[in-house]
């Protein structure tokens, strides 16, 4: 057996292991997701050629560039007002619990987060009802009382203790199986 390669295979993935970073979790709604107009960038390059053939001796050029690259897709205005939309989306789902955290105003970490959410009061959801059940739960009560006669798959609560099936006697024996005629 060939122990070579299994070595190799081993030893690539410890090295491999050794540069690999953690994937850490992002948070994707205040990020800018790769909102980019355009970049400007400056380079310089040099070329030495040993031989010129035409007069016999060595050259050197050296360029310096300046490159414009533009992006296609939407235009730079539309793509910056759209993250500014899903962070300021995200600002008025997470301000209620920042405005009703009193001690993160005094956390000196928190200081801009507390000042975005300085006067943002979110409205409060008044759908749910007052008894702390969820809107499912009232329909399916509401069907229950229209409809008795449905038992309703996982509802522990209809015919409770009414069940049809009986538990047989200890001492009870089970038939045998019929053989089959073959």
Known sequence: MNYYFTG????ALTILALFVEP???????????GVRCGEMEISTERRDTDYNYSDCNTR???DLRFTYRKYLGTDCKTSKENVAIKQQLELMKMCGRVNSN???ALNENFALLVSKC???TPARDNTRPDDSKSL??????NYKKENPEVNLMGDKFINSGKSKLKMP?????????KPKND
Do not use: T
Request: a negative charge; proline letters at 13%; glycine letters at 2%.
């Open 169 to 177: 006697p200890k001492d009870y024996i089970l038939p045998l199986p």
């Open 136 to 141: 499912w739960d009232d329909m399916k009560d």
């Open 23 to 33: 994937a850490y979790p992002r948070n994707e709604y205040l990020n800018e997701y």
């Open 60 to 62: 050197e050029d050296q």
């Open 8 to 11: 190799l295979i081993i030893l």
């Open 118 to 120: 300085r006067g943002v």
């Open 102 to 104: 009193p001690s993160l």
